[in-house]
């Protein structure tokens, strides 16, 4: 463009015909570089647009020499490079809210593993005295049933009598919630 010092001296003085003259000499040439990084046609007119706005809020800034070319591609390509990063971080958030999700259901699932816990104790606590001592040691406290017998001084045929007896019964009341 022949007088382009001209066009950008009148520009940062605020002149409007110079922005359009500006804008029409270039909005081609700042599309098809904006259809290079974006397939998609409105995506990259919103680009051509966000850069010719940010011409002229900051033509106060521009210099005469400036090379205006070299300044719309730049600022087309950090305006998409942006996008690009903020698509990535509402990306990265979607997922964060998604694992929140999951993570909210394994609280659930928690919640109601401790909800059946509650409700298991309460059918032990139905037990007989000595077989619910006999069925916590071995569930609760992980003992075998030799170390039960022996320190309940029992057998081990009894011990495993008095669990198989708890198990049963625990089947039994288990769904009468």
Same mark, same amino acid.
């Given at each position: 463009?022949?007088?382009?010092?001209?066009?950008?001296?009148?520009?940062?003085?605020?002149?409007?015909?110079?922005?359009?003259?500006?804008?029409?000499?270039?909005?081609?040439?700042?599309?098809?570089?904006?259809?290079?990084?974006?397939?998609?046609?409105?995506?990259?007119?919103?680009?051509?647009?966000?850069?010719?706005?940010?011409?002229?809020?900051?033509?106060?800034? =521009?210099? $005469?020499?400036?090379?205006?070319?070299?300044?719309?591609?730049?600022?087309? !390509?950090?305006? %998409? *490079? &942006?996008?690009? +990063?903020?698509?990535?971080?509402?990306?990265?958030?979607?997922?964060?809210?998604?694992?929140?999700?999951?993570?909210?259901?394994?609280?659930?699932?928690?919640?109601?593993?401790?909800? =059946?816990? $509650?409700?298991?104790?309460?059918?032990?606590?139905?037990?007989?005295?000595? !077989?619910?001592? %006999? *069925? &916590?040691?071995? +569930?609760?406290?992980?003992?075998?049933?030799?170390?039960?017998?022996?320190?309940?001084?029992?057998?081990?045929?009894?011990?495993?009598?008095?669990?198989?007896?708890?198990?049963?019964? =625990?089947?039994?009341?288990?769904?009468?919630?």
């Amino acid at each position: 463009m022949e007088d382009e010092k001209i066009h950008i001296k009148a520009l940062i003085q605020g002149s409007k015909d110079a922005y359009t003259i500006l804008y029409k000499h270039y909005w081609r040439q700042t599309y098809s570089f904006s259809r290079l990084y974006l397939k998609d046609t409105k995506e990259a007119e919103e680009v051509v647009q966000e850069v010719f706005i940010r011409i002229w809020e900051s033509r106060a800034m =521009l210099q $005469e020499n400036e090379n205006l070319k070299g300044l719309l591609f730049i600022i087309t !390509r950090n305006i %998409i *490079f &942006n996008q690009h +990063r903020k698509r990535l971080n509402e990306t990265a958030c979607k997922m964060a809210f998604l694992a929140g999700m999951e993570q909210s259901y394994d609280i659930e699932k928690e919640i109601e593993a401790n909800n =059946l816990s $509650e409700h298991i104790d309460r059918i032990i606590a139905g037990l007989p005295p000595r !077989r619910r001592e %006999i *069925f &916590n040691l071995s +569930r609760k406290e992980n003992k075998s049933y030799k170390e039960i017998a022996l320190l309940l001084n029992i057998s081990e045929k009894t011990v495993e009598n008095q669990i198989a007896e708890s198990l049963k019964y =625990l089947k039994k009341n288990l769904y009468s919630l």
